[in-house]
T-cell receptor, first 109, second 114 residues
Framework: KNEVEQSPQNLTAQEGEFITINCSYS?????LHWLQQHPGGGIVSLFM???GKKKHGRLIATINIQEKHSSLHITASHPRDSAVYIC???????????FGTGTSLTVIP | DTEVTQTPKHLVMGMTNKKSLKCEQH?????MYWYKQKAKKPPELMFV???????INESVPSRFSPECPNSSLLNLHLHALQPEDSALYLC?????????????FGSGTQLSVL
């Protein structure tokens, strides 16, 4: 069993739709990261969460530590949001990260 | 300077070649990572350096040899690679401070082994 599970694996949305991507984890963590990767490209860190909620533009990320669950929301989605979104967690000890399998998002104009 | 710089961006090499990938960051981060990523898969951890010492080696074949000459630089030396080693190689750095954790990735080196 993976330490980090993401859903859905693939998501297609119409431009303007509200999008939610979910991440569940099974280990004690010090932080959870939401990452974005465009095709053939490097990875950009969108959010680091250890509790609560963060907002940046049209992106909102929440985390529930008790339930070991996080969500990434995109409001008013746009074709440029098309990318793979990856959830990654770092444990309380050590240097290692654990990655979800990613969610491939396609936003259609 | 808030970025991780990887060179080269693309590399094509034969199975008998020796090449090196380079990763540089000037943010003072003391943990640096090499990941291998195949298409449509999440990154797979290869090596972790902490304070310039190798702390994790995820059973990577010896044809991959990491090196951390100083706190800003991370190299990955490649020798006698196989075609299945073709992938995107990503470098990352991490800083843990009082305000939380920061994680930065380079744009990667797309490696093709012929």
């Amino acid at each position: 069993k993976n330490e980090v599970e993401q859903s859905p694996q693939n998501l297609t949305a119409q431009e303007g739709e509200f999008i939610t991507i979910n991440c569940s984890y099974s280990v004690g963590i010090s932080a959870l990261h939401w990452l974005q990767q465009h095709p053939g490209g490097g990875i950009v860190s969108l959010f680091m969460l250890s509790s609560g909620k963060k907002k940046h533009g049209r992106l909102i990320a929440t985390i529930n530590i008790q339930e070991k669950h996080s969500s990434l929301h995109i409001t008013a989605s746009h074709p440029r949001d098309s990318a793979v979104y990856i959830c990654a967690v770092s444990k309380n000890t050590g240097n290692q990260f654990y990655f979800g399998t990613g969610t491939s998002l396609t936003v259609i104009p | 300077d808030t970025e991780v710089t990887q060179t080269p961006k693309h590399l094509v090499m034969g199975m008998t070649n020796k090449k090196s990938l380079k990763c540089e960051q000037h943010m003072g981060h003391r943990a640096m990572y090499w990941y291998k990523q195949k298409a449509k898969k999440p990154p797979e951890l290869m090596f972790v350096y902490s304070y310039e010492k190798l702390s994790i080696n995820e059973s990577v074949p010896s044809r991959f040899s990491p090196e951390c000459p100083n706190s800003s630089l991370l190299n990955l030396h490649l020798h006698a690679l196989q075609p299945e080693d073709s992938a995107l190689y990503l470098c990352a750095s991490r800083d843990r401070g009082l305000r939380g954790e920061k994680l930065f990735f380079g744009s990667g080196t797309q490696l093709s082994v012929l």
